[in-house]
T-cell receptor
Framework: DGGITQSPKYLFRKEGQNVTLSCEQN?????MYWYRQDPGQGLRLIYY???????QKGDIAEGYSVSREKKESFPLTVTSAQKNPTAFYLC????????????FGPGTRLTVL | GNSVTQMEGPVTLSEEAFLTINCTYT??????LFWYVQYPGEGLQLLLK?????DKGSNKGFEATYRKETTSFHLEKGSVQVSDSAVYFC????????????FGTGTKLQVIP
């Protein structure tokens, strides 16, 4: 089955450590996205990528970094510069072939202790 | 820039009640419109979509009509169930340029037996 996967589901890190969240899709989508969601809040865009080897900052990119070396993969690194990294992180992908509908992964809940 | 405005939640309804969640938008061009649903601890799932004016999207008893004259895409369901309790997000993708999505802030629905 085609889909988008994120791992791990839950992640715990000590303050000051960098951590990388995985996102993989086998939908052959060109575009991929990372969102942050805080309790009771909407989605905020961190980074997005429309093609391999290219990505753009979203609304809250500070303290985060990404790479897009393969079409299928769009990992997000939460660096120690991110002041309040504890949140629920959602990855998504889309294609113009399906009206730019976003397909979401199950999310990773990051807790920084 | 683009924007999506949803009615504030939470919305609490009794089972079998009629549901309306209002959504209005501001966009250049002719956007595609979406409703997504998020159950606790999960990613978002597409509920329905409409890609041009006067289109009606429908799924699982939910409906929404793309009204260009009022720039609205209100979500309705004739008879809600307890299992419909979730957070609902209205979203748009602009017709031109890149595939960036604009989300509303989400409306939490609680259905009580």
């Amino acid at each position: 089955d085609g889909g988008i996967t994120q791992s791990p589901k839950y992640l715990f890190r000590k303050e000051g450590q960098n951590v990388t969240l995985s996102c993989e899709q086998n939908l052959n989508h060109d575009a991929m996205y990372w969102y942050r969601q805080d309790p009771g809040q909407g989605l905020r865009l961190i980074y997005y990528s429309q093609i391999v080897n290219d990505f753009q900052k979203g609304d809250i990119a500070e303290g985060y970094s990404v790479s897009r070396e393969k079409k299928e993969s769009f990992p997000l690194t939460v660096t120690s510069a991110q002041k309040n990294p504890t949140a629920f992180y959602l990855c998504a992908s889309s294609s113009r072939d399906t009206d730019n509908e976003q397909f979401f992964g199950p999310g990773t809940r990051l807790t920084v202790l | 820039g683009n924007s999506v405005t949803q009615m504030e939640g939470p919305v609490t309804l009794s089972e079998e009640a009629f549901l309306t969640i209002n959504c209005t938008y501001t966009a250049t061009g002719y956007p595609s419109l979406f409703w997504y649903v998020q159950y606790p601890g999960e990613g978002l799932q597409l509920l329905l979509k409409a890609t041009k004016a006067d289109d009606k999207g429908s799924n699982k008893g939910f409906e929404a009509t793309y009204r260009k004259e009022t720039t609205s895409f209100h979500l309705e369901k004739g008879s809600v169930q307890v299992s419909d309790s979730a957070v609902y997000f209205c979203a748009l993708v602009d017709s031109g340029g890149y595939q960036k999505v604009t989300f509303g802030t989400g409306t939490k629905l609680q259905v009580i037996p």
